[in-house]
């Protein structure tokens, strides 16, 4: 669309917009002079350019600046987020490992150089550290002067004001008959009642007000290193386990009970909180009909626990976002599944397992599955040591026989149905590899068979046996119990990652909602004799807002000091009296007339 | 099915109908807007290249009003304040806006406004069947939450148009954007009905979700300003340089309002919003430790919630540094923006985490 090839000579000629602009930037700058500084406690724009001279502390001096210079904290800022997309896109081993595993398995080529840039752990890699270790040290480079210049600015009192105030931003004037000493008395006394600091300077007051904002700035970067330290503090010392309850089962809170366990570098065994609980009962309904079907309507763990080792036993529920919190370690319900009971004869008739055993759910309607293992005291028909495994498949709710389906159509126990098929023979666990509780590992394991050779297998209700082949004994399904499963978990300093953040936002609201402003007044006596009043204001940026406040004050001190009638009071309009008498409805003491 | 499933059914329908109504209605308006600007472009008036190299200084005229004794009202016109732009800004008037100050154009405009603000109503109901069938609040898949999204962004619009802020500028784009959003919503996303796992059963649901959405509603009127500042900001400079733009952005951009007012509008806006988008994820960071046990754990939501927040804090920084303002700073602002709507819909349908139950 452009066609520079036209320009005429003269338009080349033109300085660039952007010089002009900035040319006029520093001129408005010169003109204001200290009346616009401090206006906040931004640090000064140091360019790069300015080297330092040799030596390590002229070096170390310039690095420090450059540091805590805005230019410097705004690439920090932007290498953090940069910094934070990898882990959101590649798997992290502090999110889920098995993840990584699997990514790791399907990506071979880039595993090596993921590894190199600690891409599976960004953010506790050392450049991802390295950023945020930096912003920090900025940011506290930058708070301890800023707060040192706020000091000193809520010490100090407004500058006075600048030669020509018609170069501000916002300008009024008027003549009036009133003495300029009790005009600018006047002012003061105004500027103090709307809560502005203000004090006469020479021929002019100078009030400012909103101080607020900066407090409100400072503030909000405090309470981002408290909440850094806060957060940084609880992932060294954070503890993180789970554990599965059957009903009627309880915990007690040292290591060697949970199921997995996560700490944090810095953790300390012997600081786990001593508690114990105890699962009373798990209650869960669930939405009958609606396109919500299905939906937990309750979901509760009933529990008994006991703070400290000697505790009295107190009775509690933990929902689903609705922790247990003792000795500030927080219980939090995590899931929750089927154990069916059952118990195995053996050989002899003689009942050698009963037990409620934990099946994992594979799907929102609890379909579950797992395994049964029966390790010691089984002996078979001819009195032989033996081992049984089952692999076992449960349905709350069962489709019905025929449906061809074995999927549970309902998470509530309303049909439950238990599918057995049984294995004899060894079940390794004593060949040291650790084994998962829920599956069973058949390689040194003989089927059952049923009376047509095929693999026993039986659909059970609750009451009813399978016998297994050749006088091997039976398995009977004895009834449904049902397990929560909790991840405990201990994170210390929380509560000042918390504060932190409310703080945060406290301030923030004071740094962006608070406009810092000054106000000039000024009053001289004219050539003729009239006191000529000038009112200015500057504000942080520019704002609507401060034009109307000027002539909002404008009109208030414009009651103490009546525009004085005159022609060349206002060239453009015509001076009605009308509307002087009617602000002059109160003369000032001073008033001439 | 009993009753009460054949009610929701029901609801559900009349939401999906009064959806596609809406989508009519706003289709009307985007067509009432194209001729606002068709119309407003036959205009010359007071949209001169001239003009907007005028180097005089804009005075404004507030008006006090002062109470007489009398107990009538005297408009007192003195004192008078006169403004002055920071030094370093053009001062440029705005442009007349879309209507260019043509008659037809402005009653094709105030059409267009008045078919919005229908089409707002029947998608607000529509949103609010939805709700209702489903008897939660109306964001708990991908298809919930772009209908609620598009529903603010319009009550935000809406809203400042009240407060006659000047925004009837971004019409167009707005229309264009929520049928945008709104056809995408019906054709891809759509999900008929869906159930929330039990960690989505927290008044924090409301909360942070809600005001999750407020932010991107807003956030999304600043990136529109903030575009147009881009757009119109090279058209007065190629002018301030002695260029001449193209007859077709010439015709635009003439009547889009200043590159200052722009700018200062979207900083407005985004500002503003800032504490609100600090609160959402802070919200977000409790109700995860309520529900997982942990309250931030680098989840890929909470990582380009953090990404987003970031890049809004280096906007506003870039705006506090002397170098960066402008069009620097308005890059970062359309870049913070972008990772927004990345965490809503890039997230969503490209990563899985711990928020994957939001379906697409
Ligand atoms: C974690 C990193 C940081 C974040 C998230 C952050 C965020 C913010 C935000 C949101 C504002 C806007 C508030 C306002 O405009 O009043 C702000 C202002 C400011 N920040 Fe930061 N900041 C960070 C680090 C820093 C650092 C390292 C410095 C110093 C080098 C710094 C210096 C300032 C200054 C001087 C202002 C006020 C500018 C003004 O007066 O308008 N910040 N910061």
């Not at chain 1, 909103?210 to 850094?228: Q, S, W």
């Not at chain 1, 009903?247 to 996560?262: A, M, V």
């Not at chain 1, 001289?524 to 000038?534: A, I, L």
């Not at chain 2, 700073?329 to 139950?357: E, M, P, Q, R």
Request: charge should be positive; glycine fraction near 10%; proline fraction near 5%.
């Amino acid at each position: 669309m452009s066609n520079t090839k036209s320009n005429p000579p003269q338009e080349r000629e033109r300085p660039d917009e952007r010089e002009v602009r900035a040319e006029q930037d520093r001129e408005t700058a010169r003109e204001l002079g200290a009346a616009g500084s401090q206006l906040s406690t931004a640090p000064r724009e140091e360019t790069l350019a300015n080297l330092p001279a040799m030596g390590i502390v002229g070096w170390v001096r310039w690095f420090w600046r450059q540091l805590t210079s805005m230019r410097v904290a705004l690439i920090l800022l932007f290498l953090l987020s940069l910094g934070a997309i990898p882990g959101s896109l590649i798997p992290q081993n502090s999110v889920d490992e098995l993840k990584v595993q699997t990514f790791k398995g399907l990506h071979t080529t880039v595993t090596p150089i993921y590894e190199k840039l600690q891409f599976f752990d960004v953010y506790s890699s050392v450049w991802f550290s390295a950023i945020y270790i930096l912003l920090f040290i900025s940011l506290i480079g930058c708070i301890v002067p800023r707060t040192g210049t706020f000091i000193g600015q809520l010490r100090s009192r407004a500058p006075g004001a600048p030669k020509r105030l018609t170069r501000l931003p916002a300008y009024t004037t008027w003549r009036t008959e009133a003495e300029p000493e009790d005009v600018r008395e006047a002012a003061r006394v105004m500027m103090r009642k709307r809560r502005y600091r203000a004090h006469v300077d020479g021929d002019a007051v100078a009030a400012e007000k909103g101080y607020l904002r900066e407090a409100g700035n400072l503030m909000f970067h405090i309470a981002l290193i408290v909440m850094l330290v806060a957060f940084a503090w609880g992932q060294l010392f954070k503890s993180e386990g789970a554990k599965l309850i059957v009903e009627g089962d309880g915990f007690s809170n040292t290591i060697t009970q949970y199921d997995d366990f996560k700490s944090g570098s810095l953790f300390d065994q012997d600081s786990l909180a001593p508690f114990s609980f105890t699962l009373d009962n798990f209650v869960g309904t669930y939405e009958r009909s609606g396109p919500q079907i299905g939906t937990p309507r309750t979901y509760e763990a009933h529990v008994t626990y006991a703070d400290g080792a000697y505790g009295k036993p107190k009775k509690t529920v933990i929902k689903v976002n609705d922790p247990l919190v003792v000795d500030g370690t927080k219980v939090y319900l995590n899931a929750h599944g089927y154990a069916p009971v059952v118990s195995v004869k053996d050989g002899r008739g003689k009942e050698v397992y009963k037990a409620a055993v934990p099946l994992l759910p594979l799907d929102n309607n609890v379909t579950s599955s797992g395994a049964i293992k029966v390790l010691d005291g089984y002996r078979d028909k001819g009195g032989k040591k033996d081992q049984l495994g089952f692999q076992a498949f449960f349905v709350p709710t069962f489709a019905g026989n025929g449906k061809g389906t074995m999927f549970s159509q309902f998470p509530a126990a309303d049909m439950p149905v238990l599918a057995l098929n049984g294995f004899h023979g060894s079940i390794g666990v004593n060949s040291g590899i650790a084994q998962n509780v829920y599956q069973l590992n058949t390689s040194k394991m003989k089927e059952f068979k049923d009376s047509k050779g095929k693999q026993l297998k039986q659909r059970l209700l609750v009451g009813e046996t399978m016998k297994l082949p050749d006088g091997a004994g039976s398995i009977k399904f004895e009834g449904i119990q049902e397990w929560a499963s909790f991840q405990i978990s201990e994170q210390p300093a929380s509560g000042w990652a918390l504060t932190g953040a409310i703080g945060a936002i406290a301030g923030l609201a004071g740094s962006l909602f608070i406009q810092r402003r000054r106000i000039w007044v000024r009053a001289v006596r004219g050539e003729d004799g009239v006191t000529v009043v000038e009112m200015a204001g500057l504000g942080r940026s520019e704002s609507a807002k401060l034009p109307e406040e000027l002539a909002d004050l404008a009109v208030t001190l414009n009651a103490a000091a009546p525009t004085a009638p005159g022609p060349d009071n206002d060239p453009d309009t015509d001076p009605d009296p009308d509307v002087v008498d009617a602000s002059s409805a109160e003369p000032f003491e001073g008033a001439e007339k | 099915m009993n009753l009460a499933a054949a009610t929701n059914e029901n609801l559900a329908h009349t939401s999906n109908v009064l959806i596609y109504s809406s989508m009519a209605v706003y289709t009307l308006a985007f067509f009432a807007h194209i001729a606002e600007w068709v119309f407003g472009s036959r205009s010359k008036v007071g949209r001169t290249a001239a003009a907007l190299t005028s180097e005089e200084a804009a005075a404004a005229t507030v008006k006090v009003e002062v109470a007489q004794k009398s107990g009538s009202t005297a408009v007192l016109d003195r004192p008078k304040i006169v403004t002055r732009s920071a030094a370093g800004s053009r001062d440029v008037p705005d442009g007349p806006g879309a209507a260019g100050g043509t008659f037809k154009g402005d009653l094709y405009g105030r059409i267009a406004v008045s078919l919005t603000a229908l089409a707002f109503l029947v998608q607000a109901g529509g949103v609010l069947a939805r709700a209702m069938s489903v008897r939660r609040a109306p964001w708990g898949n991908m298809y919930e939450f772009s209908i609620t999204f598009s529903v603010v962004v319009v009550a935000a619009y809406l809203v400042l148009l009240a407060l006659k802020k000047n925004v009837r500028w971004m019409g167009l784009l707005l229309v264009t954007a929520v049928l945008l959003d709104l056809g995408i919503a019906t054709t891809l996303l759509y999900t008929s009905s869906d159930q929330l796992v039990p960690a989505l059963h927290s008044y924090w649901l409301w909360i942070h979700v809600s005001t999750a959405i407020i932010c991107g509603a807003v956030f999304f009127i600043g990136g529109a300003g903030t575009l147009m500042y881009l757009f119109r900001d090279s058209y007065e400079s190629k002018i301030a340089n002695g260029g001449r733009p193209g007859a077709f952005a010439e015709s635009v951009l003439s009547r889009l309002p200043a590159a200052s007012s722009l700018d200062k509008f979207s900083y407005r806006i985004n500002a503003a919003v800032f504490p609100l988008w600090t609160f959402t994820i802070i919200a977000g960071a409790i109700w995860a430790g309520d529900a997982w046990g942990r309250y931030w754990g680098w989840d890929p939501k909470e990582v380009w919630s953090f990404i987003t927040w970031v890049a809004y804090a280096c906007y506003l920084h870039a705006r506090a540094t002397a170098g960066w303002k402008g069009r620097k700073a308005a890059y970062l602002a359309l870049i913070a923006f972008g990772c927004w709507i990345f965490n809503y819909y890039g997230v969503n349908i490209f990563v899985t985490g711990k928020h994957s139950y939001a379906g697409v």
